[in-house]
């Protein structure tokens, strides 16, 4: 079994910041990608952000220049500094990864958290 569990959601007033947490457990043997998705009421579930086990990043075109997407290989973690935050930038915020399980080397799974709500408002 893997889980994510993120962190670090609440509410902000436009301009300010937060920073959220992914920690992933479990049977992993190894984790590939990892990124960050966000899904705003009656709209679909889009990328913010993601990241290679080498540390290279990729970003939406919405987010650059205002969110930054890391990693801690050693601890499992992904986060995602979130500054200048503006009211479109409210939603539910999901951690994704691809693992590769100890109990089954031969394939990679999508894992997905249970999500965490980002308001900006003032």
């Known amino acids: 079994q893997v889980q994510l569990v993120e962190s670090g959601g609440g509410l902000v007033q436009p301009g300010g910041s937060l920073r959220l947490s992914c920690a992933a457990s479990?049977?992993?043997?190894?984790?590939?990608?990892m990124g960050w998705y966000r899904q705003a009421p009656g709209q679909q579930r889009d990328l913010v952000a993601i990241?290679?086990?080498?540390?290279?990043?990729n970003y939406a075109d919405s987010v650059k220049g205002r969110f930054t997407i890391s990693r801690d290989n050693a601890k499992n973690m992904v986060y995602l500094q979130m500054n200048s935050l503006k009211p479109e930038d409210t939603a539910v915020y999901y951690c994704n990864a691809e693992i590769q399980r100890l109990a089954q080397p031969w394939r990679r799974n999508n894992y997905w958290g249970q999500g965490t709500q980002v308001t900006v408002s003032s």
């Open positions: 479990g049977d992993i043997g190894s984790i590939y990608v």
């Open positions: 990241i290679t086990s080498g540390g290279r990043p």
